[in-house]
């Protein structure tokens, strides 16, 4: 049971314009919400974050949206940059279980 | 100076043996995990301890003993290697437990069973 997905494997976006990356989850007791970068032969590395208590946060060319009626939040890079082309992975969390649940990541290609 | 290091970064090894990957961290985090990348790019994890004490166990196979000798080290051993075990193993480290915390992870070690 995939309690977090990435229906989008990849994504390609030209250089400048917005890159809109989307995560889904099943489990209404998430109430944190991370994305992670990951480039190749690298680990994942932290992005951003969003509490369930907000609707959004921003850090940077990174936004990441929630909207916890619809189980739904994204992440938007604007501008989006040629550095950018990595895969992002969402992960989600609920107090108490000590873990992070992670979608299977989107490819991000920014065309330069 | 690489926060979390894991060793070694390629493993290739037969069906049946019996193998380790070592993780340190340098971050004072008092947390550390490890994560299995399988083929379908899930990645799960599958152990995280704090304080050296066990505070999550996946349903992973007893193949699998995770060690924490102390706080900066979680190291894997795996028994009687599968070939389904064949997957991208991340160790990662955190300050405290989920949520809540950021995630540090290792580059990864790439495990290949024959």
């Known amino acids: 049971d995939q309690q977090v997905k990435q229906n989008s494997p990849s994504l390609s976006v030209q250089e400048g314009r917005i890159s809109i990356l989307n995560c889904d989850y099943t489990n209404s007791m998430f109430d944190y919400f991370l994305w992670y970068k990951k480039y190749p032969a690298e680990g994942p590395t932290f992005l951003i974050s969003?509490?369930?208590?907000?609707d959004k946060n921003e850090d940077g060319r990174f936004t990441v949206f929630l909207n916890k009626s619809a189980k739904h939040l994204s992440l938007h890079i604007v501008p989006s940059q040629p550095g950018d082309s990595a895969v992002y992975f969402c992960?989600?969390?609920?107090?108490?279980?000590?873990?992070?649940?992670f979608g299977t990541g989107t490819r991000l290609k920014v065309l330069a | 100076d690489t926060a979390v290091s894991q060793t070694p970064k390629y493993l290739v090894t037969q069906m049946g043996n019996d193998k380790s990957i070592k993780c340190e961290q340098n971050?004072?985090?008092?947390?550390m995990y490890w994560y299995k990348q399988d083929s379908k790019k899930f990645l799960k994890i599958m152990f995280s301890?704090?304080?050296?004490?066990?505070?999550i166990n996946e349903t992973v196979p007893n193949r699998f003993s995770p060690k924490s000798p102390d706080k900066a080290h979680l190291n894997l051993h795996i028994n009687s290697l599968e070939l389904g075990d064949s997957a991208v193993y991340f160790c990662?480290?955190?300050?405290?437990?989920?949520?809540?915390?950021?995630?540090?992870f290792g580059s990864g070690t790439q495990l290949s069973v024959l």
């Open positions: 992960a989600a969390s609920a107090m108490g279980t000590y873990k992070y649940i």
């Open positions: 990662a480290s955190s300050q405290g437990t989920a949520p809540n915390e950021k995630l540090f």
């Open positions: 971050l004072g985090h008092d947390t």
């Open positions: 301890y704090n304080n050296k004490e066990l505070i």
């Open positions: 969003i509490s369930s208590i907000k």
